[in-house]
C-alpha cells in the first residue's frame, strides 16, 4: 500500500499542492524543499504526512502563502526576521546569507525569528548555516503538549533543540532533538498506525502513565531524562518566546485556530564562527571525537543515520503510503 | 559526626587550606567564594568535599595558584581568557566585567575560557552574569567517564550545560545539569557513603549495567535520556574544546597527572542581552511561564531548591561530615 516517488516528482506534488491552496510558487518551493527533505532524510513524521497540516493553516487563513519576510538589525551581532505570518522557511531564506555574513565578521550572532509558523524539522534550517563553516544552534517553541517534570499537565512544547558542526564535504553533523522522548507526529503516526507508545513516553488526561498514542494525544507527553528534558524544554521557551518577543507554546495554544496547521510561535538561531573563535584546525579536532565514538561497537554519530537514508532516497527514490498521496491529491483537486 | 560552619568560617577554613597551599590570597578567597557557595547551595559534590582535590592539584605543581589570567579579544563580539594554567574562578572574575559590557553593546557575545581547571558548579559561572540582566548559557568538558549512547566505554566528560534568566530581585533562574544521569561527584558520595545507585546511571569495566558505585566509577557513567543527552554531551565536548582549541575529556585523560584535582580545560559562555534582542517586557513575559509551572503541583522551577537552601545555609550555617573538616584541617596543618 505504498507508493515510490523520485525526490523531484516529490517535491512538484508538494509544491503545486501548496500552490493550489494558496503559496505563492516561491514559498511553495522553499516549503516543498524542507518537506521532501524531511521525508527523504527519514524523518516520514516531518515529511509528506504534514502537507494536510499545512493546507489547512493555508485555507483558514492563519498562515499568509505569499508573506514577505522583513529582515532588521536589532544589535550589532543581533539581526531579526520578521516572517509576517508565512511559513518559517521563506523567513529563514530571506535572512540566511546576512546571518552568515555577521557570524563571520562577528564571531558569534543571534538571528531572531518571529511571527513565523514553523512545522518543518529544525535540521534543515541549521544544515545551510553549517555548510558554510559555522558552528550553529536553533531553538523553537511548539504548541502544549509537554508536562512539566513532577507535574501532569501539557504546558511546554515539543520544543526540539538542534546543534549544528561543520565537517567540509561530509556534510555538517546535526542533531535535532524534541525535549519531549518522542517527536508528536511519532506519536500521532503511532495513532494511525495502531502502534503502542513505549513506557515513560506519555500519561494520560488523568496524569497516570499510558502506553496509548490516543491517550497520551489527550493527555501530557514527557520530557526526556526526566527535570533535564523539563530544564531543556523551558530554556527553549525562554529563547524562542520571551528573549525575542515571540509567544510561548502554551500562549499559541490560546491564540492558534486549532485548524491541525503549525501555530505562531519564534526560533532563536546562534552561530558561531570556529575561525573566529580563534581555534586553528577546529574542524580537524572535532573529527578526532567523531573516530572515538564511531569505534565503538553501537555508537554512532546523530546525523548519520540520516545521510544513509538521504543516500539511498536519491537512488531508490520515496516510499511514500497510499492513504498519504490520496490526501494530498484530495487536496490539490 | 557532623560539623556546623558558618559561611564565612567555611570560607575562612578554604581560603586557609588553599593559600597554604600555595594559592594567592586573591585566588584562595575566589576559589573558596565558589566551594562554600556549592555546600551552601545544596550540592556538597562540589562543596568542601572537594578541597582535597584542589589541594592535591596544587602540590603536583599541575595547577598554578597564582596564576595571571589574559583577557583578549577574538572577534568584535567574540573575547577570550587564557587562564594561565590556574583554577576557572579567577580566570572568570578577570573577563567578566568586560564581558558584560560586550554582551550589552553587542546583544549576543561569546567568552571562550581556556588554559584553566575547572572543578566549581557551573551555576556559580553565570549567577553574577545573569544578575546583570543577561540570559547565559556555560559549557565545560571534564574527564572521560560517561560512555556515548550505544557504546560502553567512558569518552565524554560529565560535560555540565547550564542556563540561566534574569529575574531581577528573585535571582536568576539557573539550571545546570550534567550530560551524565547523575555527576561523577554524587557517585563519589555515594561509594563514600556506601549507598547503591539507581538504575541506569552507569555500567561496569565489562559494559554491563551496575548499581555498584565502585564499578560504575571504574566503568563507565551513561548520559541522561539515552541518545539525547549523549548528543548533549558531545555538543559540550565541541563547544569547550574544538571551538575554543582546548582539549577533549578524553585528551584531558590522557595528558593529566591523575593528582585526583581538575585537569586541564576549556569552558564557553554564551550570554545575551534581552533587551537589545528586541524583546520589550521579555522578563515580565518570562514570569508568566514560571508561574504556569509552579502552580502544578510536583513541578517547580530548576533554581528554587538551591534559593532555599541558600537562605537556610545562612541563617543555620552549613553541616559538614566531620571527616570532610578533618581531612582539610590536615591540608593546612
Redesign the interface.
Known amino acids: 500500500m505504498n507508493t515510490t516517488l523520485s525526490i523531484s516528482e516529490a517535491k512538484r506534488l508538494v509544491a503545486t499542492c501548496l500552490e493550489t491552496n494558496g503559496c505563492s510558487p516561491e514559498v511553495a518551493a522553499q516549503v516543498a524543499h524542507v518537506i521532501v527533505a524531511a521525508e527523504a532524510d527519514g524523518a516520514p513524521s516531518h515529511g509528506l504526512f504534514r502537507v494536510p497540516g499545512y493546507v489547512a493553516s493555508l485555507r483558514s487563513g492563519k498562515v499568509d502563502g505569499s508573506a514577505k519576510p522583513l529582515v532588521s538589525q ?5 539581526m ?1 526576521v520578521d516572517g509576517a505570518g508565512g511559513f518559517a522557511p521563506p523567513a529563514l531564506a530571506a535572512a540566511r546569507t546576512e546571518f552568515i555574513a555577521l557570524t563571520r ?6 538571528l ?1 525569528v518571529t511571527n513565523v509558523h514553523h512545522f518543518s524539522a529544525l535540521w534543515t534550517d541549521l544544515e545551510s548555516i553549517c555548510s558554510e563553516g559555522l ?1 550553529a544552534m536553533a531553538f523553537t517553541g511548539y504548541l502544549p503538549f509537554v ?7 501539557p ?1 511546554f512544547g515539543t520544543n526540539p533543540m538542534a ?1 549544528g ?1 561543520p565537517r567540509g564535504d561530509k556534510g555538517p553533523m546535526i ?1 535535532d ?1 524534541a525535549s519531549s ?1 518522542q517527536a508528536r507526529g511519532e506519536i500521532m503516526l503511532a495513532a494511525r498506525d495502531g502502534h503502542r507508545l513505549k513506557e515513560g513516553v506519555g500519561i494520560d488526561e488523568n496524569g497516570q502513565p499510558s502506553t496509548d498514542p490516543n491517550e497520551v494525544l489527550k493527555g501530557a507527553m514527557l520530557t ?6 523539563s ?1 531543556i524544554a ?2 527553549v ?3 524562542a ?5 515571540e509567544q ?1 507554546s ?1 500562549q499559541a495554544g490560546e491564540t492558534d485556530n486549532k485548524d491541525g496547521g503549525p501555530p505562531r510561535g519564534g526560533e532563536l538561531i ?1 552561530a ?3 575561525v ?5 584546525g ?2 580537524d ?2 573529527e ?2 567523531f573516530g ?2 564511531t569505534e ?5 554519530l ?1 546525523a548519520d543515520r540520516r545521510y544513509e537514508n538521504r543516500k539511498r532516497s536519491a537512488l531508490d527514490g520515496l516510499t511514500i503510503p497510499k492513504a498519504v498521496i490520496e490526501k494530498i491529491d484530495a487536496l490539490v483537486g
Not at 508536562?147 to 499537565?153: C, I, L, N, S
Not at 565503538?296 to 554512532?300: D, L, T, V
Request: with cysteine.
Open positions: 536589532l544589535a550589532p551581532s543581533a531579526k565578521r562577528s564571531g558569534i550572532a543571534a531572531a558552528c508536562a512539566p517534570a513532577g507535574g501532569t499537565k504546558l546543534f558542526w542533531f532533538q522522548v526526556f531524562g526526566g527535570y533535564k528534558g530544564a523551558l530554556m521557551e525562554l529563547l518566546a520571551s528573549l525575542i518577543g510561548f502554551y546562534i558561531m564562527d570556529p573566529q573563535l580563534g581555534a586553528k577546529a574542524l579536532h572535532a578526532l571525537i572515538k565514538i565503538q561497537p553501537g555508537a554512532r546523530p
